[in-house]
């Protein structure tokens, strides 16, 4: 199982910025897909952006243009640069690494979350 910890997060004012980072375990990370999800409270996690080994990007209508994922291989570590943030991307932000059933990973990887708060 891929160990993710996320980091990052806190309270920014609309308009503002923020980077988050999400460092892997394990020696397979620069050939997996890695993921951002969002919650906010009361509603259902959704899907924000994907990256996968190749760095093809793919981004939620809602955040195309605003944000931008990437990745280190070197530092087993996806980033999520977040700008012109609004008080609708209030919410807990999760990592995700995709299964790769055939080494040995055979379900996704969650991090804990971190809070993104966006309030003036």
């Known amino acids: 199982q891929v160990q993710l910890v996320e980091s990052g997060g806190g309270l920014v004012q609309p308009g503002g910025s923020l980077r988050l980072s999400c460092a892997a375990s394990g020696n397979i990370f620069k050939i997996t897909t890695m993921r951002w999800y969002r919650q906010a409270p009361g509603n259902q996690r959704e899907w924000v952006a994907t990256?996968?080994?190749?760095?093809?990007?793919n981004y939620a209508d809602s955040v195309k243009g605003r944000f931008t994922i990437s990745r280190d291989n070197a530092k087993n570590t996806v980033y999520l640069q977040m700008n012109s943030l609004e008080p609708v991307d209030t919410a807990i932000y999760y990592c995700?690494?995709?299964?790769?059933?055939?080494?040995?990973?055979?379900?996704?990887?969650w991090g804990q979350g971190t809070q993104v708060t966006v309030s003036s």
């Open positions: 990256i996968s080994s190749t760095s093809n990007t």
């Open positions: 995700n690494s995709a299964k790769i059933p055939l080494l040995g990973v055979p379900n996704d990887s």
